[in-house]
Every structure is written in structure tokens, then in C-alpha cells.
């Protein structure tokens, strides 16, 4: 019995052809998250008021620093949720009815 030997097929993706939007994807992309660097200042100003919102006509420190704290953790913490929530929706029921569809 003689063994036959088959050549084998590559499974290697050629790279993006030029023009067809993988390159600028990446530059949108890049251009987005150095552009997160500048917004570190309007946060913190967005902190601030809501801040001040909470902690009402005090000049205890203690009191605006603990109101800073909560008004960023409420902050952060529903654009997390927000995000983890929008991701959960497109990832079920969005490609359930993107399947229907199709």
C-alpha cells in the first residue's frame, strides 16, 4: 500500500488590497483615540457641576471631594453599564433579527 501525499491549500488571507477601506478604518480609528486624550478637561469640568449639584453651599472639603467621588463613579459607572448593555443587545437579539432578515 502506497501512501499518496496531496498538496496542501494555504489558509493565509491575502493582505487588503489598496482602496478597499481596511487602511482608513485604521487612521479613523487612530485619530479617535488620540483625540481621547483631550477629554480629560471637559470631564472634569462635567464632574464638577454635577458635583456641585450634589453637595449643595458647603466649604467643607470633605463634603465636595465625597461628592466629586460619587458623581464620577455614577458617571462612569452608567456609561459602562451602557456600553456592556449596547454590546449585549447587537451581539443577541440584534443578529437574531439580522439572521431572520437574511
Known amino acids: 500500500m502506497s501512501t499518496v501525499l496531496l498538496p496542501m491549500k494555504r489558509f493565509v488571507e491575502p493582505p487588503p488590497a489598496a482602496g478597499d477601506g481596511a487602511d482608513e478604518g485604521c487612521v479613523l480609528l487612530g485619530a479617535g483615540l488620540v483625540s481621547l486624550s483631550h ?7 462635567l464632574i464638577n457641576d454635577v458635583a456641585g449639584g ?3 453651599a458647603t466649604s467643607d472639603p470633605s463634603v465636595i471631594q465625597a461628592a466629586k467621588v460619587i458623581a464620577g463613579s455614577v458617571m462612569i459607572g452608567f456609561t459602562v453599564l451602557g456600553i456592556l448593555g449596547g454590546y449585549i443587545i447587537t451581539s443577541t437579539w440584534y443578529q437574531k433579527k439580522i ?3 437574511g
Open 39 to 45: 477629554l480629560g478637561g471637559p470631564v472634569g469640568k
Open 54 to 56: 450634589l453637595h449643595g
Open 99 to 101: 439572521n431572520e432578515l
